[in-house]
């Protein structure tokens, strides 16, 4: 209760900024490592909030609102930065200073976003970030005539190096006025006209405040989408008043879109040659040089090739050998509690159902850690940008944008770090589709599968001298994963999350050294947020399916029986029917139930079934494969497991959403139920679809 | 020297222009373009095209935009000729 208490009572202040202007590595520094992350209510942006420790012992609350390059609120992130600074967002309250993030090596085009900020009328100091960087450049800035212009304090500050944030701090320590100038960008005299007008009618009407009925009457008389979307916010009367206006200035000709857009500009244009003296030296940059390189038509696929299979390398086999001996210590842990427990119900519940259930969420962190590690660096340098604008040809074919490229490729590893990587996909379509196909193209897990039905069933020939049977069907099954990722894809941007058009506008920011010190807080923030909202998810899961597959209990049963009239065994016979046209039988059933947490829990329930110890290890598998191969059917003899099967198994593998930890992942990422739920049925529709046509297919030309 | 009016994709690496008017493409890609500074009167220098051709990179304001080419093809520029 008492933290509660002092969290209403402590003071709010907002740090915002357009992306690339070192907001996050500034908020970092401000706040240490006293962050907190959740979800705004209702929306999928993340809440970052952190608490500052001023010089006199006293604190505030940090809020870091998301990347935004306007308050236009083209995107979920924009709306939520908007709506918080106009004091629309419930539990969140308007703060008493937002802390403005610029750029000040790209100072034109981060000053729009200050310039509406300051229309706000809301108490802001200025951050003048990467000043050494702009220094560098030759741009000179002149502080005081900057901070005489925009009516606020400004302070130069170097992020990266820590420099200017004792200054920074102090600043938002004392007391902050909203900017001392009133709103000095001009419009043309009939929109000023109209604007005046619809501002006093918008203040008697609606009873707003003078900043925030100036912000309505711009929005409501320029943005195109206004009128439609908040046509319920507004009283009848002013609606038709705002037609009316619309009308006239369109006879007048002026474009009422760009109109407001270019005022400010031109404002921003006066404001720089005021305040700054630009020596840029012509030629090309060091960022220029190293773009010739990276984006080059040969060199630039040649290096990005290299660093994705680095990438991929240390997600699917460097990382193997952690999550190796992650998964031995549970084992061990395992074994120590069995050995001190006495035999019953509990120990089976900590040992297989506890210790089980946080082993296989534990063992996906040195992934995420090795994924994040990358993805820092890259973001970090600018390199995420390239890779982006690298790949966006291919993906937009897909209707995909180039950012999609690096999460989809790290989902062939496992596609619990891929969805969590879609975070750097800002349009929020375009990152469910993302999301929704990533699990697709994943394989590492379902290789356990894949390797004992190949062995066991695919004849080990040799197909035109070089390439092998087993090889070839596991190259097959890749390729059918990415095809049905790529063809999903482009369903869903066709029809469900159909988006206006693809667009692709992107900063290509400069290059710059990484900050170890923010790729070691981003990982760290990612693993933690894993293991908290995944993690308890998956615990429960695995309590729930350990306890299907034990109960009811069987007097002197062997572990087959067992599991066989166990309430997941029931369930196993009682899908019979519905997989039977797969040419599935009611072991498989029970295997498919058992592997609804993880794929590979598939082989240790077969072997369950028929009474094989250790199905993980070699010898064990062994024998695992002459059983399956051995098994009949009790009443016609015909064998139970074929090579269409085996097939059958694999393709319904690659296209079900078998994994609980993937559907966690996704849960948190939308912070919902709704598109998880949505990703099961369809990829099981798929699945069962796909399989069904190909065992059909499968047996004609059997019997042919 | 005469001043020709062209839209943003055709123009080659390295030449200059100035931005006349953002005309077709949808609202909001003409609103994101607008704000990203692509304003009446900007001078804009093409600086590349991406290994396969699409989408471009541009230097405006001092800063590097990339966009595709049909979001270029929305975008006016006038450029000095020298037929």
Redesign the interface.
């Known amino acids: 209760m008492n933290s509660l208490k002092t969290e209403i009572q402590l003071r709010h202040i907002a740090i915002i900024g357009n992306p690339n202007a070192g907001k996050t590595t500034l908020f970092n520094a401000l706040t240490g490592m006293r962050q907190k992350v959740g979800n705004y209510p209702g929306v999928t942006v993340e809440k970052k909030e952190g608490r500052i420790i001023f010089e006199d012992g006293s604190e505030a609350v940090l809020l870091d609102l998301p990347g935004t390059?306007?308050l236009?609120a083209?995107s979920p992130d924009e709306k939520i930065a908007t709506d918080i600074l106009l004091g629309r967002v419930d539990h969140t309250p308007l703060p008493e200073l937002v802390v403005c993030v610029v750029d000040a090596?790209?100072?034109?085009?981060n000053l729009?976003l200050i310039s509406q900020i300051i229309d706000n009328r809301l108490p802001a100091v200025v951050a003048l970030n990467m000043f050494d960087v702009a220094e560098r450049d030759g741009l000179k800035i002149d502080i005081q005539k900057l901070s005489a212009e925009l009516g606020v304090k400004v302070i130069p500050t170097v992020g990266s190096k820590s420099l200017g944030i004792e200054e920074l701090k102090a600043a938002i320590a004392g007391h902050v006025e909203p900017s001392s100038r009133s709103r000095q960008w001009i419009l043309p005299a009939p929109v000023q006209e109209e604007c005046d007008e619809l501002k006093g009618l918008l203040q008697q009407m609606h009873r707003l405040s003078e900043p925030i009925a100036f912000h309505e009457a711009i929005v409501l008389l320029t943005?195109?989408?206004a009128l439609s979307e908040h046509n319920d916010r507004f009283a009848p009367g002013l609606i038709e008043h705002v037609k009316r206006d619309h009308q006239k200035l369109d006879l007048l000709g002026i474009?009422r879109?760009?109109v407001v857009?270019?005022s400010r500009?031109e404002w921003i244009k006066r404001v720089c040659s005021a305040a700054t003296v630009s020596h840029?030296r012509r030629g090309m940059s060091a960022s220029d040089k190293i773009?010739q390189i990276l984006?080059?038509?040969?060199w630039?696929?040649v290096i990005f090739i290299g660093l994705m299979t680095i990438m991929f390398q240390s997600i699917f086999s460097w990382a193997n050998v952690p999550m190796e001996l992650l998964g031995d210590s549970f084992n061990w842990v395992g074994a120590q509690v069995y050995a001190m427990m006495p035999a019953g119900d509990l120990r089976d519940l900590i040992v297989n159902g506890a210790i089980g259930g946080v082993g296989a969420v534990v063992t996906f962190l040195p992934q995420i850690i090795f994924l994040f590690l990358f993805i820092g660096f890259l973001e970090d340098t600018g390199y995420m940008?390239r890779a982006a604008?690298?790949m966006?040809?291919?993906m937009?074919k897909v209707g995909l944008h180039?950012k999609s490229f690096i999460p989809l490729l790290s989902s062939f590893a496992c596609a619990i770090p891929g969805i969590m990587a879609t975070r750097t996909i800002e349009s929020r379509k375009d990152r469910l589709v993302t999301m929704l196909v990533a699990p697709l193209v994943s394989r590492s897990a379902r290789l356990p599968v894949y390797a004992l039905m190949i062995a066991a069933f695919i004849p080990r020939k040799t197909v035109l001298g070089i390439f092998s049977l087993p090889g070839l069907t596991l190259v097959a099954m890749y390729l059918l994963g990415l095809t049905a990722a790529l063809s999903m894809a482009w369903v869903f941007k066709k029809t469900l999350l159909k988006s206006?058009?693809p667009?692709?506008?992107?900063?290509?920011?400069?290059y710059k050294m990484p900050s170890f010190k923010s790729v070691l807080l981003h990982m760290w923030e990612r693993s933690i947020l894993f293991l908290k909202r995944a993690g308890t998810i998956i615990l429960g899961v695995s309590i729930v399916l350990w306890f299907l597959a034990t109960y009811p209990k069987l007097e002197r049963a062997s572990p087959s029986e067992q599991l066989n009239q166990s309430f997941a065994g029931r369930a196993g016979h009682l899908i019979e029917p519905i997989i039977k046209p797969l040419g599935f039988d009611w072991k498989i059933g029970i295997g498919l139930i058992g592997s609804i947490l993880q794929r590979e829990v598939f082989v240790s329930t077969m072997g369950t079934i028929y009474n094989i110890k250790d199905a993980k290890h070699e010898r064990g598998n062994v024998s695992l494969r002459e059983h399956l191969q051995q098994d009949v059917d009790p009443v016609s003899g015909v064998p139970t497991f074929t090579a269409l099967t085996a097939i059958c198994l694999m393709v319904y593998y690659v296209l079900a959403m078998q994994c609980m930890s993937t559907v966690a992942v996704v849960r948190r990422e939308t912070n919902g139920w709704k598109w998880p739920l949505f990703q099961i049925s369809y990829m099981t529709a798929l699945a069962y679809s796909v399989t069904f046509i190909v065992y059909q297919i499968g047996l004609v030309l059997a019997e042919g | 020297m005469i001043l020709s009016k062209v839209t943003l994709n055709t123009l080659i690496p390295g030449e200059r222009c100035v931005i006349e008017?953002?005309e077709s493409?949808?609202?909001?890609?003409?609103?994101?373009?607008?704000?990203?500074?692509l304003?009446?009167g900007?001078n804009v220098e093409l600086i590349?095209f991406?290994?396969?051709?699409?989408?471009i990179?541009i230097s405006v304001?001092?800063?590097?935009?990339?966009?595709?080419r049909?979001?270029a093809e929305s975008v006016i520029v006038s450029k000095n000729s020298h037929q």
């Open positions: 390059y306007s236009t083209n090596s790209n100072l034109e085009r729009y943005s195109p989408s474009d879109h760009s857009v270019e500009y840029r773009d984006t080059h038509r040969v630039g696929f940008a604008f690298i966006d040809r291919m937009s180039g206006e058009a667009a692709f506008i992107m900063e290509l920011p400069p | 008017r953002i493409g949808t609202i909001s890609v003409r609103q994101r373009l607008l704000e990203m500074g304003t009446k900007t590349r991406a290994p396969m051709g699409d989408p990179e304001r001092g800063y590097r935009l990339s966009l595709r049909v979001e």
